[in-house]
T-cell receptor, first 115, second 110 residues
Framework: GENVEQHPSTLSVQEGDSAVIKCTYS??????FPWYKQELGKRPQLIID?????GEKKDQRIAVTLNKTAKHFSLHITETQPEDSAVYFC??????????????FGKGTHLIIQP | DAGVTQSPTHLIKTRGQHVTLRCSPI?????VSWYQQVLGQGPQFIFQ???????GRGNFPDRFSARQFPNYSSELNVNALLLGDSALYLC?????????FGPGTRLTVL
């Protein structure tokens, strides 16, 4: 089955700086890679995703890059703000649509934005 | 994601008991997935249901079962509860690829 490794486990950055979280996956059949943000006591919230037919996707201050050859993908957050503080999870699935294979999640990165 | 509802919010059970958790997906979504999130970890996939049929199953014992109803709502059942079943149980409503999570049910087994 799929295995997703996520680094770092904790990331502390100054407000206004950029943050990068990296994930690797094992199953070359994986083709969908979402990122979730989870604040303390709340549900995971989908913030951005990428499919295997593109190498990069951007939405305002967040972007995701995918390298299928190396089997890794990364989340980039620019101009970080205090409200970006949360735990971020990457995930992967070989699903062809519908969620039947389920998402395999990384262990999470606790992002701390220092004022 | 705002449309996914789960009940109850919190639940306390003792070892050996069984529990039923409920989920209603976003209107128009026909697929529901269940995940278990232990404190400090990422969610782990338990089941996926589409059109009332199980289409995917994670690495969980037979004590875990689920079903989906004609209105696409779903129940997750766990029998013979163990202390290790204490976790946040999340339901996700699926639209093609995107999975949107509900607020979860916090289960504590004593």
């Amino acid at each position: 089955g799929e295995n997703v490794e996520q680094h770092p486990s904790t990331l502390s950055v100054q407000e206004g700086d950029s943050a990068v979280i990296k994930c690797t996956y094992s199953d070359s059949a994986s083709n969908y890679f979402p990122w979730y943000k989870q604040e303390l006591g709340k549900r995971p919230q989908l913030i951005i995703d990428i499919r295997s037919n593109v190498g990069e996707k951007k939405d305002q201050r967040i972007a995701v890059t995918l390298n299928k050859t190396a089997k890794h993908f990364s989340l980039h957050i620019t101009e970080t703000q205090p409200e970006d503080s949360a735990v971020y999870f990457c995930a992967a699935t070989p699903d062809s649509g519908g969620g039947a294979d389920g998402l395999t999640f990384g262990k999470g990165t606790h992002l701390i934005i220092q004022p | 994601d705002a449309g996914v509802t789960q009940s109850p919010t919190h639940l306390i059970k003792t070892r050996g008991q069984h529990v039923t958790l409920r989920c209603s997906p976003i209107s128009g979504h026909k697929s529901v997935s269940w995940y278990q999130q232990v404190l400090g970890q990422g969610p782990q996939f338990i089941f996926q249901y589409y059109e009332k049929e199980e289409r995917g199953r994670g690495n969980f014992p037979d004590r875990f079962s689920a079903r989906q109803f004609p209105n696409y709502s779903s129940e997750l059942n766990v029998n013979a509860l163990l202390l290790g079943d204490s976790a946040l149980y999340l339901c996700a409503s699926t639209s093609v690829f995107e999975q949107f999570f509900g607020p979860g049910t916090r289960l504590t087994v004593l």
